[in-house]
C-alpha cells in the first residue's frame, strides 16, 4: 500500500503523522509550508483544493480532514489499536476528535488569523480575547474528561495524538494552561513518546 501524507511542521497534521507512526505503517511524508504559503500553491491546490493540511494519500485516493484520516488509519491498521473496539467507545472517540477539530481548533485560528477574520483592527484584541476565553471554556471540559486517567480511554489512541496538538498549539498561542493540570500531565505523558518526538524532529 502506498501512503503518503502532506503535513506542515507545527500544524495539527502532526496527529495524523504520529498516528501512522504508531500504526507502523510505511509511508512517506510531504512537508508543505505552511509559512511561504506552500498550501495555496497551483500544484498543491490540484490536490486538495481545500489547500489544509493534513492530507492523506492512499493508493492514489486523496482524504482530507485529520477525523476522517485517523478514523481511516485506526482501520486500515486495526492490530494497532488506536480507536477503542467497542462500538460505542469508539463513536465516543470520534466525537472527541470531531471536538477538537471543529470546537477547539478554530478557536486557535481565531486568536493566530484574527485579521483573516476581521478587517478592524481596532476589534483584532478583542476577538482574541474571546477567542482565548472559549478555547479555555473548552479546555475546562477536557480537564473533567482527563480526570484520573493518563489516556483518553483505557490505552493510547488517535485521540491522544490529536489532543497532544491542540494543547502545543495552545502554548505557542502563549497560554497560560498551568490550571488545567490533567492536560498538561497528559501533554507530558505525550512528550514522552518516541513516535511524538520522531514527528515533532521532522522539520525539514
Ligand atoms: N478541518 C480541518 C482543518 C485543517 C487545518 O485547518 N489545517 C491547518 C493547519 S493546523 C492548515 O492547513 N492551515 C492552512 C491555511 O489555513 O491556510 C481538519 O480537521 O483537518
Redesign the pocket.
Known sequence: MTITLYH?P????IAAYVSLLEAGAEFEVEL?S?AK?E??SESYKALNP?????YLIVEGKGL????A?QTWIASAYPEANLLPQDKFERARAISHMNWF??GM?PHI?RHF?TAKFCDIESAHDDIKVKAKAMFFEQMALVEQELKGRTWFFDHNTACDSYFF?VYD?GLREEFDLAEFSNCTAHYEAMLKRPNVQKAQAHTK
Open positions: 506542515a507545527g500544524a495539527c497534521s508543505i505552511l504559503k498550501q495555496t481545500k489547500q489544509k493540511v493534513p482530507s480532514e485529520n477525523t484520516i477539530s471543529s481548533h485560528t488569523r496538538w498549539r
